[in-house]
Nanobody
Framework: VQLQASGGGLVQPGGSLRLSCAASGRPFSTYVLGWFRQAPGEEREFVAAISWSGRSTTYTNSVKGRFTISRDNAKNTVILQMNSLKPEDTAVYYC??????????????????WGQGTQVTVSS
């Protein structure tokens, strides 16, 4: 599946951004979808993921209560709503798709397809 992320930008601390990832190619609804991020000089980090049905989600601890992941299988889109943004959320954000069934993976090697990334900068 091909993935195209968008929606990044510059926002002040406490602000919000909505990232979107559009998919094309193989059946979108059969994949787990996730968001990862990578800050300069840091390793890639898991952010959030959602099951194919949308009924199961998982988040890294640092974004719980602030970020919400959702998907619309009819529109082949996954959304990451980010609220109460902090400077430490600054990173390039990547959407990714995993063919794993039965659970929601959080490790990068479990994802087979990746989008190109969108920059999120949180700064005053």
């Amino acid at each position: 599946v091909q993935l195209q992320a968008s929606g990044g930008g510059l926002v002040q601390p406490g602000g919000s951004l909505r990232l979107s990832c559009a998919a094309s190619g193989r059946p979108f609804s059969t994949y787990v979808l996730g968001w990862f991020r990578q800050a300069p000089g840091e390793e890639r980090e898991f952010v959030a993921a959602i099951s194919w049905s949308g009924r199961s989600t998982t988040y890294t601890n640092s974004v719980k209560g602030r970020f919400t992941i959702s998907r619309d299988n009819a529109k082949n889109t996954v959304i990451l709503q980010m609220n109460s943004l902090k400077p430490e959320d600054t990173a390039v954000y990547y959407c990714a798709a995993s063919p794993i069934e039965g659970r929601v993976p959080s490790r990068g090697y479990e994802y087979s397809d990746w989008g190109q990334g969108t920059q999120v900068t949180v700064s005053s």
